[in-house]
C-alpha cells in the first residue's frame, strides 16, 4: 500500500496506482466533467461507476448509517490513519483479493481530516455484468445453481474467519457467468471462525431477505429456496 500525505489528510493507493491517483478522483464532478461517468446506485450513499483506460470502476463516499447518520452523516472521529474505517477497509480487501476471495479489488482512497474530524472515499474496480442478489429477485427467481454459488461463496468466507458487519442481499452480487461477489466490507474484519458470529452474519441476511420482500411488489424468493441456501452453507463450513 502507498500512503502519500496531503495537506489535511492522506491518499492511499495500490503500487500500480501510487503514480496516478489524485485527489480529484474522488470527485464525482471531475468524472461527469469528462463524460466518463457511466451508472450510480443510491443506497446510504451514491455510489459511482466511471469509465477510465478502458476499465470501470467504482466511487464510494464513506457515510454513516442509522440515527447518527442523520445527524453528522459522513463525519468520523479522527484518532489517526489507520484507525479510520477508509484505511481498514481498503486494507482489507487487499488482504481479501491476495487470498483469493471474491471481493472488489481497491485500487485507491482518501481521507480528509479536519481537526477531531474525517472524511473518506473509496475506489474499487466495479465486478463486471454484476447485479445484486436484490435487484435479481425484483424480476425473477434464483436458479439453483445461483442458490448454491451464494451458499458456498458465504462459507468460504466464513471459513476464512472474514465478517462482513453488513451482510445484506444489496452487498452480494452475482456477475453474468454467475460468480459470487461480496461488497461493501466497511466494518468488516477478520476474527476467530466460530459458530456465533457466523450464524449472527446469516441471521442477518435471512432479515434482509424478508425486508426486501415486504418492499417490493414482487419478489421471487422462498422459504425454499432459504432453506437451500443454509443447507449448502452447512456443506461448506469448516
Known sequence: MHIKPLRNGYLLSTESYN?????SWFSPKYWQA???IVNSKQGRTTAWFYHYNDTVFVLKH???GGLIGKIISDQYLYTGLKNTRIFKEFKLLRQLHEKGLPAPVPKAAQVKVSGL????????EAIKGAQSVCEICQTRPLDDAEVIEIAQTLGKFHNAGVYHADLNINNILLNDQGKA???DFDRGEFREPNTQWQQSNITRLKRSFDK???RWPQFHFSEANWEKLLSCYADVLL
Open 34 to 36: 469528462k463524460n466518463a
Open 117 to 124: 474530524i474525517y472524511r473518506g472515499d473509496l475506489i474499487t
Open 181 to 183: 461477489y461480496l461488497i
Open 62 to 64: 464513506f457515510m454513516r
Open 212 to 214: 426486501e420482500a415486504q
Open 19 to 23: 503514480s496516478k491517483a489524485t485527489e
